[in-house]
């Protein structure tokens, strides 16, 4: 059997991905040899170079605060102006009271 073969049928999800681990975890060519059975050319030409190529998550943050004084969080409420809202935000707005009119409506009546 070939080792590409090997590879795509016989070995599962599982072993394959612990392949990719292995060699980022330095494990030798021979050692994956030995183990899986796949040659070392498949791996140094295949596989190794994908290893190579991928690249560490960088998560970054934010710097500066959102407000100079952190007791201001949660205290500032927007103030909305119904003038300027858009077509869809005052259809959305109207729609709203009209459903909870209706819900005040019919719970004041049991």
Request: proline share 3%; aromatic share 18%.
């Amino acid at each position: 059997m070939t080792s590409d073969y090997i590879y795509n049928h016989v070995l599962g999800d599982r072993e394959r991905g612990l392949v990719s681990i292995y060699l980022m975890n330095g494990k030798t060519f021979k050692y994956i040899y030995g183990r899986y059975g796949l040659s070392i050319r498949y791996i140094r030409n295949n596989i190794w170079p994908n290893i190579l190529n991928i690249n560490p998550i960088k998560l970054g943050y934010k710097n500066t605060a959102y407000y100079d004084d952190e007791m201001q969080y949660g205290f500032t409420v927007p103030q909305y102006n119904i003038n300027e809202f858009s077509k869809l935000e005052l259809l959305a707005h109207t729609d709203y009271e009209l459903k909870n009119k209706a819900y005040y409506e019919t719970q004041q009546q049991f």
